[in-house]
């Protein structure tokens, strides 16, 4: 008999992040609570940079997609675990559970690829201000977000048909809140060889490419900021970046944390946590991250307050 590569199971079970039954009703409020604010701030800036003339610029421009995908990320996950904690059963479909690998892969990817596009921006904004405007064209805006979208397609597809050429036997349990790849491959029955080759080589080259551009466009910033004879001038410069450079510290620290380490030391418990942290607490301050640093986005929300206000009153 030759069944190798097939899968025998027609679910899976999300056993969540914590099986204690105390602890469900917490979990419910903390996640929804996050969830809301998350939703709420991120749609707030998608909202000014396309509402507000003042913020058509390059870098709301991708600010705006970072929260359209920061949306997406979390939606793939959030809303499916909120369900899950009162299901009795808690249960996934296998089609179910692949889809979420790719939306879920391809919503990362997206992030990485974007945080990467915003470096080069801050870049070009520093370091060739008198060309800012010749260099970063609305057509190459649109050019670049259109090339992370198709990149990280890709990349979620690859990672996704090497999760279909898993078999999954008799255990069907996942100990996590969403299907993930570390979570899926534990319990899988088949080799996971050719999966942790690629997440430990095309990964790491997505990952790190996209890091590595935006420690080199740092360095030229950095560069660019020493020169200002100013400290005035020097401050004014770098906070610019600073929104920027703590999105990325954030993203990357947790990401990093969570795969990059041999599978058979990965364990569950920390795992879980950390990604937590990075698919739902990372997407939820990236709006105050951006917003609260930042007078433009400050004082369009002000503005925007101000017409709801003045309209509600007449
Ligand atoms: C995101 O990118 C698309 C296409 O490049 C663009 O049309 C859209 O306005 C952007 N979205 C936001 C919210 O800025």
Redesign the pocket.
Known sequence: MESTNWTSVSHFILLGISTHPKEQIPLFVLFLSMYTINMSGNLVI?ML??STTHLHTPMY?FL??LS?ADIGFTSTIVPNMLLNIFSDTKTISYIGCLTQVYFFISFAAMENFLLAVMAYDRYVAICHPFHYPVILTRRLC?QM??SCFTLSHLHALLHTLLMTRLSFCANNQIHHFFCDLYPLMKISCSSTYANTVVIQTEGVIIINGALTFIIISYACIISAILHIRSAIGKWRTFSTCGSHLTAVAIFYGTLTWVYFQPLASYSEAKGRILTVMYTVVTPMLNPFIYGLRNGDVKAAFRKWLNRIWNSGLK
Do not use: E, H
């Open positions: 998608i940079t396309i421009f705006g997609n359209l649109v977000v259109a």
